[in-house]
């Protein structure tokens, strides 16, 4: 039914303007036509940017530099993106969203500081340079210097293409003072966090295993990791046992082998111990090992027996003796793949489980967190560091392994080895989830090696306090957060490569670090006279302090640098408080969903870690869902389905196939989805945006069209003396902005957008206007009823106007100049951010006439479906020659007959209405319907015939009684004009 009354609607919107389009010359001339030079078309590829040049420049500036006593400041901080390529759609969303915010904020009179940013340093920009060293031949920019410069140079470039890019898609910010994470006064800022830290014992250097990535050959933090489900070995290996008291006393005194699953064979080398939880029940069992003749015993946790036997053994076990893990502490072991005689320990660990595995554990703490976790209570040392840096083994690994890539000849090499050991009981293959490295896509190791640690755990609990104050949105990102810092102990800040900051440390002669206040001192003078460079650029002796020069050690700088995390992660400090003072909040932070792990976790751990009392940097965090394309599939170079940004907005090669949309489409598009998800985006959707964008567009032709050459000051009708349909429309006006206002200050953009649309399709171009269009075009130019119309057409524009502005940036520029005769795309004039947001009157507010009308709206679908059927059988034209009689009990003819006749008429689009309490004559068409009115639900009939009245050749109405030959109206009109 609504689509049938849209489409009859639109039906009618059509049919009206034709007819007044074809009207005589006579009668045309002295209609009130619309009128405007809107454009019909946005043509945004060829407009933006001059709506841009001409309103946009020195906007940030104005309303940054306005008056602080009266506007409150609004800090708004920018999370950097990588300057390593192009923008992509994901860019374009992230953008947009972020510059919503920043507009709504201005034009609600705050003083907003957005200051964008880009992350510098790190591996993908590092890769870029070597890449591009690699095709020279100069030594003397093949050095870690030379590196340093062309990756800066690299970041540099890429930010400009990228502040461009933004730039163009109407993003306002301080884009002549954005801040890099490589520039001296930002490094400056984030050693000082650094050396603070380090002064609380929450920063220390020690030999730990941590996430190794092979391919970029650095560590990596777990919000450097991806995860994907990847093939690896699953062995079953025997360690035959020397049986301590616990086994004898249960007179199990032969060999017994302790059966460990791994899918790590490769870490066999590297082992230590073997652990058990001290209260699982563990059973020894005889068993025929799968293609052994004879059976041995084994030790398996009870509650694995029948898995691991299924893997294992041929036939069924038999139990010789049960025992809790802790009687087996006093075993030992050999290991099988040394051939010493020495033993290695079994121990507790409660890590160990009976829900997988065999319920004892292979310990390599060289090799796993937990491993060492478990071996440092019991005093054990690593000793065996077999891995290098390129993820081979090294020479001490042995030469059968030497040189072997761990994750791949290396589990090869290693089972054979156990299998010749006759220690290797099963051999099958298991897919399951592994951490990649989320830069090269490549798996990561877990690998021993002298790193600087942050000390989370310390810090955990006033990190997890302080963000029960941030307003999270959604707010799942909260429960997120907390875990993961809730599973954190350590962040591992040190990464090995040349492009960052350095670690600020000297170490002398016995590896000894050198960190004090003095050396600290000296070092970020130099820093801020020439950037991090200076590390690699300056004699050790100029990088020394005055008294370290001569003390008798040899000291040699560092070569580790901070993880990209710690540099992003320092920007509430090195930007927002040094650019708006001490102690300055953040008001919200955006970005997308893997920033929980990232930059909004690396900034509340900086914060908390050196501020009194510790608190987060941010008042608000908002997250978004990645972009993916319109099967939900990610975007990938393989399946060639990426959006890119300048396509939608310039257009494709094939322009048909990929119109040149503009900016407003693309931001539209942005602020229509429910972000908290994932978005999708295609040629489909594309599509309906710009539709719906069209549609608001021509909403607003229309709106200008018909207040041109009025003027508020001059023309404006007092409300109380307006038309009921305008005080009405002001009353839905109020509605809406209330309705939008609260959306963008809740930031659920998509609701403000759906409520514009709405408000435009269904409340003004399906109703108020063809409602209206009789008395803007008919009726005397200076008539109390037009100029009510204009009245309301007049805010409506401004409000629908300022409503879009933070969404379609340069749509609202356009309404709000050619209100004033102005194309902003031709002539520079002030932006509507400088106006302010919606100006609600209170006398808008009218919810008695609002139920009055809602309920005449419910009568007059039913009047319009009634009029649908009678033309499908013929007895009218349309509703304009229509004579609708309505037979009313007496609360809707009450109802009714409180209305004026002539404001029926109007509403129905029919010529004549009558409100009867009998039924009608036979013959005409009649619907039985219940409409609702502020009373409650009601049933009516509604007969619908041909009036007897003829067409006034001038309005098109039938209102011309018999023998006349224009209507009432236009007669007075035609004599006015006469007269005048």
């Given at each position: 039914?609504?689509?049938?009354?849209?489409?009859?609607?639109?039906?009618?919107?059509?049919?009206?303007?034709?007819?007044?389009?074809?009207?005589?010359?006579?009668?045309?001339?002295?209609?009130?036509?619309?009128?405007?030079?809107?454009?019909?078309?946005?043509?945004?590829?060829?407009?933006?940017?001059l709506?841009?040049?001409?309103?946009?420049?020195?906007?940030?500036?104005?309303?940054?530099?306005?008056?602080?006593?009266?506007h409150?400041?609004?800090v708004?901080?920018?999370?950097?993106?990588?300057?390593n390529?192009?923008?992509?759609?994901?860019?374009?969303?992230?953008?947009?969203?972020?510059?919503?915010?920043?507009?709504?904020?201005?034009?609600?009179?705050?003083?907003?500081?957005?200051?964008?940013?880009?992350?510098?340093?790190?591996?993908?920009?590092?890769?870029?340079?070597m890449?591009?060293?690699?095709?020279?031949?100069?030594?003397?920019?093949?050095?870690?210097?030379?590196?340093?410069?062309?990756?800066?140079?690299?970041?540099?470039?890429?930010?400009?293409?990228?502040?461009?890019?933004?730039?163009?898609?109407?993003?306002?910010?301080?884009?002549?003072?954005?801040?890099?994470?490589?520039?001296?006064?930002?490094?400056?800022?984030?050693l000082?966090?650094f050396?603070?830290?380090?002064?609380?014992?929450?920063?220390?250097?020690?030999?730990?295993?941590v996430?190794?990535?092979?391919?970029?050959?650095?560590?990596?933090?777990?919000?450097?990791?991806?995860?994907?489900?990847?093939?690896?070995?699953?062995?079953?290996?025997?360690?035959?046992m020397?049986?301590?008291?616990?086994?004898?006393?249960?007179?199990?005194?032969?060999?017994?082998?302790?059966?460990?699953?791994?899918?790590?064979?490769?870490?066999?080398?590297?082992?230590?111990?073997?652990?058990?939880?001290?209260?699982?029940?563990?059973?020894?069992?005889?068993?025929?090992?799968?293609?052994?003749?004879?059976?041995?015993?084994?030790?398996?946790?009870?509650?694995?027996?029948?898995?691991?036997?299924?893997?294992v053994?041929?036939?069924?076990?038999?139990?010789?003796?049960?025992?809790?893990?802790?009687?087996?502490?006093?075993?030992?072991?050999?290991?099988?793949?040394?051939n010493?005689?020495?033993?290695?320990?079994?121990?507790?660990?409660?890590?160990?489980?009976?829900?997988?595995?065999?319920?004892?554990?292979?310990?390599?703490?060289?090799?796993?967190?937990?491993d060492?976790?478990?071996?440092?209570?019991?005093?054990?040392?690593?000793?065996?560091?077999?891995?290098?840096?390129?993820?081979?083994?090294?020479?001490?690994?042995?030469?059968?392994?030497?040189?072997?890539?761990?994750?791949?000849e290396?589990?090869?090499?290693?089972?054979?080895?156990?299998?010749?050991?006759?220690?290797?009981?099963?051999?099958?293959?298991?897919?399951?989830?592994?951490?990649?490295?989320?830069?090269?896509?490549?798996?990561?190791?877990?690998?021993?090696?002298?790193?600087?640690?942050?000390?989370?755990?310390?810090?955990?609990?006033?990190?997890?306090?302080?963000?029960?104050?941030?307003?999270?949105?959604?707010?799942t990102?909260?429960?997120?957060?907390?875990?993961?810092?809730?599973?954190?102990?350590?962040w591992?800040?040190?990464?090995?490569?040349?492009?960052?900051?350095?670690?600020?440390?000297?170490?002398?002669?016995?590896?000894?670090?050198l960190?004090?206040?003095?050396?600290?001192?000296?070092?970020?003078?130099?820093?801020?006279r020439?950037?991090?460079?200076?590390?690699?650029?300056?004699?050790?002796?100029?990088?020394?302090?005055?008294?370290?020069?001569?003390?008798?050690h040899?000291?040699?700088?560092?070569?580790?640098?901070?993880?990209?995390?710690?540099?992003?992660?320092?920007?509430?400090?090195?930007?927002?408080?040094?650019?708006?003072?001490?102690?300055?909040?953040?008001?919200?932070?955006?970005?997308?969903?893997?920033?929980?792990r990232?930059?909004?976790?690396?900034?509340?751990?900086?914060?908390?870690a050196?501020?009194?009392?510790?608190?987060?940097?941010?008042?608000?965090?908002?997250?978004?869902?990645f972009v993916?394309?319109?099967?939900?599939?990610?975007?990938?170079?393989?399946?060639?389905?990426?959006?890119?940004?300048?396509?939608?907005?310039?257009?494709?090669?094939d322009?048909?196939a990929?119109?040149?949309?503009?900016?407003?489409?693309?931001r539209?598009?942005?602020?229509?989805?429910n972000?908290?998800?994932?978005?999708?985006?295609?040629?489909?959707?594309?599509?309906?945006?710009?539709?719906?964008?069209?549609?608001?567009?021509?909403?607003?032709?229309?709106?200008?069209?018909?207040?041109?050459?009025?003027?508020?000051?001059?023309?404006?009708?007092?409300?109380?003396?307006?038309?009921?349909?305008?005080?009405?429309?002001?009353?839905?006006?109020?509605?809406?902005?209330?309705?939008?206002?609260?959306?963008?200050?809740?930031?659920?953009?998509?609701?403000?957008?759906q409520?514009?649309?709405?408000?435009?399709?269904?409340?003004?171009?399906?109703?108020?206007?063809?409602?209206?269009?009789?008395?803007?075009?008919?009726?005397?130019?200076?008539s109390?009823?037009?100029?009510?119309?204009?009245?309301?057409?007049?805010?409506?524009?401004?409000?629908?106007?300022?409503?879009?502005?933070?969404?379609?940036?340069?749509?609202?520029?356009?309404?709000?100049?050619?209100?004033?005769?102005?194309?902003?795309?031709?002539?520079?004039?002030?932006?509507?951010?400088?106006?302010?947001?919606?100006?609600?009157?209170?006398?808008?507010?009218?919810p008695?006439?609002?139920?009055?009308?809602?309920?005449?709206?419910?009568?007059?679908?039913?009047?319009?479906?009634?009029?649908?059927?009678?033309?499908?059988?013929?007895?009218?034209?349309?509703?304009?020659?229509?004579?609708?009689?309505?037979?009313?009990?007496?609360?809707?003819?009450?109802f009714?007959?409180?209305?004026?006749?002539?404001?029926?008429?109007?509403?129905?689009?029919?010529?004549?209405?009558?409100?009867v309490?009998?039924?009608?004559?036979?013959?005409?068409?009649?619907?039985?319907?219940?409409?609702?009115?502020?009373?409650?639900t009601?049933?009516?009939?509604?007969?619908?015939?041909?009036?007897?009245?003829?067409?006034?050749?001038?309005?098109?109405?039938?209102?011309?009684?018999?023998?006349?030959?224009?209507?009432?109206?236009?007669?007075?009109?035609?004599?006015?004009m006469?007269?005048?």
């Open positions: 039914l609504a689509c049938v009354m849209l489409t009859a609607a639109a039906a009618r919107v059509r049919s009206l303007g034709a007819r007044r389009a074809a009207s005589s010359d006579a009668y045309q001339a002295t209609l009130c036509l619309p009128r405007t030079a809107f454009p019909m078309r946005a043509n945004g590829a060829v407009r933006e940017p709506i841009q040049k001409h309103v946009f420049g020195g906007l940030y500036a104005w309303q940054k530099g306005r008056d602080a006593a009266k409150e400041l609004f708004f901080h920018d999370g950097p993106p990588f300057a390529g192009p923008p992509h759609i994901g860019h374009a969303l992230n953008k947009t969203l972020k510059d919503i915010v920043c507009r709504f904020n201005m034009m609600q009179g705050r003083r907003v500081s957005h200051v964008p940013g880009w992350d510098c340093h790190g591996l993908p920009i590092e890769l870029k340079a890449e591009a060293l690699s095709k020279r031949k100069d030594a003397k920019i093949s050095t870690s210097l030379g590196l340093r410069k062309y990756a800066r140079q690299f970041a540099l470039d890429a930010i400009n293409t990228q502040r461009a890019a933004f730039q163009s898609w109407g993003i306002i910010a301080d884009w002549e003072q954005p801040y890099r994470t490589m520039d001296p006064a930002f490094e400056v800022e984030q000082k966090i050396k603070a830290m380090y002064d609380k014992g929450l920063i220390y250097r020690g030999r730990k295993p996430y190794w990535s092979p391919s970029s050959r650095t560590a990596l933090a777990e919000a450097e990791l991806e995860y994907g489900e990847l093939p690896s070995p699953s062995a079953h290996i025997a360690f035959a020397e049986p301590g008291a616990g086994l004898r006393m249960r007179g199990i005194s032969e060999r017994v082998s302790a059966v460990v699953w791994t899918t790590t064979p490769w870490t066999i080398p590297a082992n230590h111990a073997i652990c058990v939880h001290p209260d699982i029940l563990y059973a020894v069992v005889r068993a025929h090992a799968k293609g052994s003749a004879t059976a041995g015993l084994y030790v398996v946790a009870q509650p694995l027996l029948a898995e691991v036997s299924a893997a053994f041929d036939g069924v076990p038999v139990e010789v003796a049960v025992l809790p893990g802790r009687d087996l502490l006093d075993s030992s072991y050999y290991h099988p793949l040394r010493d005689g020495s033993t290695c320990p079994i121990i507790g660990g409660e890590h160990v489980t009976s829900t997988a595995g065999t319920g004892l554990v292979h310990t390599a703490p060289a090799h796993g967190v937990e060492h976790l478990a071996c440092l209570k019991k005093g054990i040392q690593s000793r065996y560091h077999l891995v290098g840096p390129d993820g081979r083994y090294l020479p001490e690994a042995g030469d059968r392994l030497v040189g072997k890539k761990v994750l791949q290396g589990n090869t090499e290693v089972a054979a080895m156990l299998r010749e050991a006759g220690a290797l009981l099963a051999l099958g293959t298991l897919t399951h989830r592994v951490p990649l490295d989320w830069r090269t896509k490549q798996p990561v190791l877990v690998r021993e090696t002298m790193q600087w640690f942050a000390d989370v755990s310390h810090l955990r609990k006033d990190a997890i306090a302080a963000l029960a104050t941030v307003k999270m949105v959604p707010d990102g909260r429960a997120r957060m907390q875990a993961m810092l809730g599973t954190r102990d350590e591992c800040i040190s990464r090995q490569r040349v492009w960052g900051v350095p670690i600020p440390v000297f170490y002398d002669e016995t590896g000894a670090p960190l004090t206040a003095a050396s600290f001192e000296h070092l970020l003078g130099l820093v801020g020439h950037g991090t460079d200076c590390w690699w650029e300056l004699p050790v002796q100029e990088l020394l302090a005055p008294e370290y020069r001569s003390d008798g040899t000291y040699t700088p560092g070569a580790d640098t901070m993880d990209v995390w710690f540099d992003s992660g320092s920007s509430w400090r090195s930007v927002i408080q040094r650019r708006e003072g001490q102690g300055q909040m953040i008001d919200v932070v955006l970005e997308g969903s893997d920033q929980h990232g930059w909004f976790q690396s900034a509340l751990l900086t914060s908390v050196v501020t009194t009392p510790p608190q987060a940097p941010y008042k608000a965090v908002i997250t978004h869902g993916l394309d319109e099967q939900g599939r990610k975007m990938s170079k393989s399946l060639g389905n990426g959006v890119d940004p300048a396509t939608v907005i310039l257009g494709g090669a322009k048909k990929s119109p040149a949309y503009g900016v407003d489409v693309l539209l598009w942005a602020a229509s989805n972000y908290a998800t994932d978005v999708q985006v295609g040629a489909r959707s594309l599509a309906a945006i710009a539709e719906n964008l069209r549609k608001l567009r021509n909403t607003a032709r229309f709106l200008l069209a018909n207040v041109d050459g009025f003027s508020l000051e001059r023309d404006g009708v007092p409300v109380a003396q307006m038309h009921p349909a305008d005080r009405y429309m002001l009353h839905l006006l109020a509605g809406l902005a209330g309705g939008v206002t609260k959306a963008y200050e809740q930031f659920a953009f998509f609701r403000a957008v409520a514009l649309q709405t408000f435009a399709s269904v409340d003004l171009s399906a109703f108020y206007f063809e409602i209206t269009k009789d008395r803007l075009y008919a009726d005397a130019a200076s109390l009823a037009r100029r009510s119309a204009q009245t309301a057409m007049h805010h409506i524009a401004d409000a629908m106007a300022r409503a879009v502005a933070p969404v379609a940036c340069h749509l609202a520029e356009e309404i709000h100049a050619f209100r004033d005769g102005r194309d902003p795309a031709a002539v520079p004039g002030d932006s509507i951010v400088k106006s302010g947001w919606i100006a609600v009157q209170p006398e808008w507010h009218q008695e006439l609002a139920a009055q009308w809602d309920g005449l709206r419910d009568v007059r679908r039913a009047v319009f479906k009634v009029v649908h059927e009678a033309r499908l059988a013929g007895l009218v034209g349309d509703a304009a020659d229509s004579h609708v009689v309505i037979v009313a009990p007496p609360p809707l003819a009450d009714l007959g409180g209305v004026q006749n002539a404001i029926l008429r109007e509403l129905f689009l029919c010529a004549q209405v009558s409100v309490s009998e039924p009608g004559a036979p013959g005409q068409h009649s619907l039985q319907a219940d409409v609702t009115i502020p009373s409650g009601t049933p009516c009939v509604i007969h619908v015939s041909k009036t007897a009245q003829g067409k006034c050749p001038r309005c098109w109405q039938y209102s011309v009684p018999p023998g006349e030959s224009t209507c009432q109206r236009c007669d007075a009109v035609l004599g006015s006469k007269s005048a």
